[in-house]
């Protein structure tokens, strides 16, 4: 298959625009740019379209999609209820970098939501995100555009570079905002639960809807068949192919621990200021308690280290509050919960 690059600067690109549209509404697959990062969209309502997300990622079976809405009126269609949590969630959030969980209505195929009786739903603020969504007049069903296991791409480059050959097409709208994908909650809990941290904060959360729990799976690792709320949590993600090794503690701790563990093909992740306290190939990835910074950059240094051959890395520990909380929840999946602390 061939792919396509379709570059969109502006919703005014009503050309190009059109032209996504059609092969979405024919049930192809086009990587999109939103404010997260790179999403790899089809029809949400069409279950053979959804199925080729899967093949094109490698996507194990049993991991639900979320649904891409453009305003809020189009979720009416998608749950069977509204709570009160969810308007005020959308009201602050929305659009913008938050997926709510609601009890599915029977529109949503099971190749959607993998047998959960629920299903994930986000309003992007990507401006070329939104006028998509709009143009092809359907929800879409889209996870990240990367394949499965693989950092998550915040560049069309990223996406071509993991799709090439397996979806239709791939939009350029620049970089994405953000770097990490959305915040999860569910509002099919008792108490509302972070499923997975992003741009929105759970303090942010808390300050609109009150008490909100968040799932232990944020930052620790399951163990053996234990069942996940949010069935993403349980793979190893968003992994370079080099082992990603997690220190905490000071920079002069981090500085000899290097000194002492560094070899061949090894390199050092730190933040911005420090690459002068080691030698050979060092990446950073935003100054240190900049998490918004960090956020933005972590999965395209990922990309750049594995591009490097570098076979290990020792990475500074992000700061987890914050946004800080969603950084610290990546790096550790690239990490495989390696860490180790100096404190
Ligand atoms: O920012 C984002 O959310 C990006 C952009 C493209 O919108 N999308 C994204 O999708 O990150 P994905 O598929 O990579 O991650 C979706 C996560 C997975 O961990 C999945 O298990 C979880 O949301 N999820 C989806 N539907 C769910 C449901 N009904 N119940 C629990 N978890 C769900
Ligand atoms: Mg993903």
């Known amino acids: 298959m ?30 999109i740019p939103t404010e997260t990062v790179y999403g790899l969209a089809a029809n949400a309502l069409d279950g053979s379209a959804v199925k080729k997300i899967f093949a094109a990622k490698g996507r194990p079976q049993d991991n639900p999609l979320i649904v891409h809405i453009s305003c809020f009126d189009e979720i009416k269609a998608l749950v069977t209820e509204i709570p009160d949590k969810a308007v005020k969630l959308a009201d602050a959030f929305w659009p913008g970098p938050l997926t709510i969980i609601l009890p599915k209505s029977s529109i949503i195929p099971d190749e959607v939501s993998c047998g959960l009786p629920s299903v994930a739903v986000r309003m992007p603020s990507h401006t070329i995100a939104n006028a998509i969504i709009r143009a092809t007049g359907l929800p879409l069903a889209a996870p990240s555009a990367n394949t499965s296991g693989k950092p998550s791409p915040t560049t069309a480059q990223h996406v071509m570079h993991d799709m090439d050959g397996k979806i239709d097409a791939v939009v350029d709208g620049g970089e994405s905002a953000v770097g990490v994908e959305s915040t999860v909650i569910t509002l099919c809990t008792p108490v509302p639960r972070l499923l997975r941290p992003g741009g929105i904060t759970l303090a942010q959360l808390r300050s609109v809807i009150g008490e909100v729990d968040a799932d232990p799976a944020v930052f620790a690792e399951l163990d053996e068949g234990e069942r996940p709320a949010s069935p993403g949590m349980k793979y190893k993600h968003y992994s370079p192919e080099a082992d990603v090794i997690i220190i905490k503690g000071a920079l002069d701790k981090f500085i000899a621990y290097v000194s002492e563990h560094s070899c061949v093909g090894s390199t050092v992740l730190c933040f911005d200021g420090e690459e002068k306290n080691f030698s050979g190939i060092v990446f950073t990835y935003g100054e240190p308690g900049d998490a918004d910074e960090q956020a933005h950059r972590l999965f395209d240094v990922l990309r750049k280290i594995d591009a490097s051959g570098m076979r ?29 602390d100096l404190n």
């Not at 005014?12 to 092969?23: F, H, M, N």
């Not at 290990?312 to 860490?339: D, H, I, S």
């Open 2 to 31: 061939k792919t396509r690059l379709i570059k969109i600067s502006s919703p005014a690109d009503s050309a190009e625009l059109t032209e996504v549209a059609e092969i979405l509404r024919a049930g192809g697959t086009v990587g």
């Open 312 to 340: 290990r890395v020792y990475a500074r520990c992000p700061e987890t509050k914050g946004v800080g909380m969603a950084v610290y929840n990546r790096l550790l999946r690239a990490a495989a919960f390696k860490v180790v």
